[in-house]
């Protein structure tokens, strides 16, 4: 699928692992790590259904739309001082979150944005640059869509697809412009 | 392109933000509303807002701004102008009647405008002379508008592309931040930003305060908004908020990218419509 590698970080009894894989090698991971306690990046999947499949996971992350600020939703099954501590260690600032939701807070809202942008431009409403300039201009949006979106496309596809297949809602058919 | 002389027409919080800014960069311009009282008020706000800023030293030229804002009565507007932006209520035939009026009060030259954020800019361009139509086109300033750097600068059907083009750099030198776009549904903004409203309302689901919180927190903690969809819902008014939705829904055929959500519409039915009713997704004691 061209997902970038993964990365595992070891301390302790955790075992954080970063990056975007399919949701096959996710899984590998966990069946890899039975003993360990795994705190996981799922930006592209619904936390829950790993939660129910492995009880090694004991919290996970969504660093896709990271930028250099660094601010990570996290979410931990109970607190864990020490894989917040990890985190801020590994120059993150993690935001913890109580919601456990498909593509979690800020990743799910903002792929709807950047897909309704994709869709607009593929309607020729405006160009790329002018839609970017609209939305940091008119509503104080930090970044424009495709300025979020550059270079994680494949992520932001994966993610509605993710939506469209719990959810049944078409509101997730993602534009033909993301690819 | 040279726009000295301008007519906003509405006096209303858009009409007035659009006149102040439009005098701010050196034009002339004539301000009107149907009641002269509107205008008359929206004028003396407008001078106390210069004052004030003068006050802070942030404005040194308020005796020849005040001089270049004038009120004027709707039919004894000035038939020279090179723009006339419309600010009235969002009223279809209204708009329309007005623009028929408009285009024959006016000189050839002059440009007519809409900043309509929900009808089609051809609707209100059937209004017009087939001589004027070229010279019709979308001005949608955001608020309020001396602030806000946005104008989506809209092509109508028959709108001349040089004219868009040639508006498009006016506006890019005078400081704001154009965007050209196509006669669409809620053209840039209004359309792509529904989803920072729909898509927190279906992760919440169901009206839950701690949950509602904790999405503002994360989407401004994380994602660096500086409202979160919730607080930003109870400032726009509910209603307002609801009204644009549907509308956008309405006419993409009720494409479920857009469809309200049912919390909004309940939310309207129980008049809860945020700050301005001391209750929304918050409440405001």
């Known amino acids: ?9 070891q ?5 954080i692992n970063f990056g975007f894989g399919t949701k096959a090698e996710k899984q590998e991971i966990l069946k890899a790590n039975p003993e360990k306690h795994v705190i996981m990046d799922l930006t592209c999947y619904d936390p829950q259904d790993f939660y129910d499949e492995y009880p090694q996971l004991k919290g996970t992350f969504a660093a896709l739309f990271c930028d250099e600020a660094k601010k990570i939703e996290v979410h931990c099954l109970k607190h864990e001082p020490e894989v917040i501590a990890k985190f801020k260690e590994l120059g993150f600032t993690p935001v913890e979150t109580t919601i456990v939701s498909c593509g979690f807070i800020f990743p799910r809202t903002i792929v709807q944005i950047i897909n309704e942008a994709h869709f607009a431009l593929e309607e020729e409403v405006a160009s790329k640059e002018d839609i970017n300039r609209a939305m940091k201009f008119g509503v104080n949006y930090p970044k424009g869509p495709f300025e979020w979106s550059e270079g994680k496309e494949l ?9 469209l297949q719990k959810t049944g809602d078409k509101r997730y058919v993602a534009s033909k412009l993301i690819k | 392109m040279n726009i000295s002389k301008v007519i906003v027409i509405g006096a209303g919080t ?13 034009c002339s311009v004539e301000l009107t509303d149907n009641s002269p009282a509107q205008s008359e008020k929206a004028l003396k706000d407008i001078h106390a807002s210069w004052d004030k800023l003068a006050e802070k030293g942030k404005l040194s030229n308020v005796d020849e701004l005040k001089k270049r804002l004038k009120v004027s009565a709707l039919d004894h507007l000035s038939k020279d102008a090179d723009l006339v932006v419309e600010a009235i209520i969002e009223n279809l035939e209204i708009k329309k009647d007005l623009f028929k009026k408009l285009d024959a009060h006016f000189a050839p030259h002059t440009i007519l405008s809409s900043n309509t954020s929900s009808f089609p800019i051809a609707l209100m361009a059937e209004a017009v002379s087939d001589k004027r139509k070229p010279q019709f086109l979308g001005l949608h300033f955001f608020n309020p508008a001396t602030i806000m750097k946005l104008v989506e600068v809209i092509k109508g059907k028959d709108s001349s592309e040089q004219l868009c083009r040639d508006l498009y750099a006016w506006f890019d030198s005078k400081d704001k931040k154009p965007a050209l776009c196509k006669d669409s549904p809620g053209f840039i903004v209004n359309r792509v930003a529904r989803n920072f409203y729909g898509e927190p309302l279906r992760i919440v689901e169901q009206e839950d305060e701690a949950k509602i919180k904790e999405v503002d927190h994360i989407l401004k903690e994380v994602g660096g908004f500086k409202m979160g969809p919730f607080e930003l819902m109870d400032l726009i008014g509910i209603d307002v908020n609801y009204s644009v939705t549907c509308s956008v829904w309405e006419a993409y055929g ?32």
Do not use: C
Request: glycine share 8%; proline share 3%; net charge positive.
């Open chain 1, 155 to 163: 992520y932001v596809k994966t993610l509605l697809f993710e939506l």
């Open chain 1, 11 to 15: 301390f302790d009894n955790f075992l």
């Open chain 2, 14 to 26: 858009m009409g007035s933000g659009i006149a102040q800014w439009f005098t701010q960069v050196g």
């Open chain 1, 1 to 9: 699928m061209g997902f970038i590698s993964m990365t595992n970080v």
């Open chain 2, 254 to 285: 009720k494409e479920p990218r857009f469809a309200p959500h049912k919390l909004q519409k309940q939310m309207v039915d129980e008049k809860r419509f945020g700050r301005k009713a001391k209750r929304g997704f918050y409440k405001y004691d």
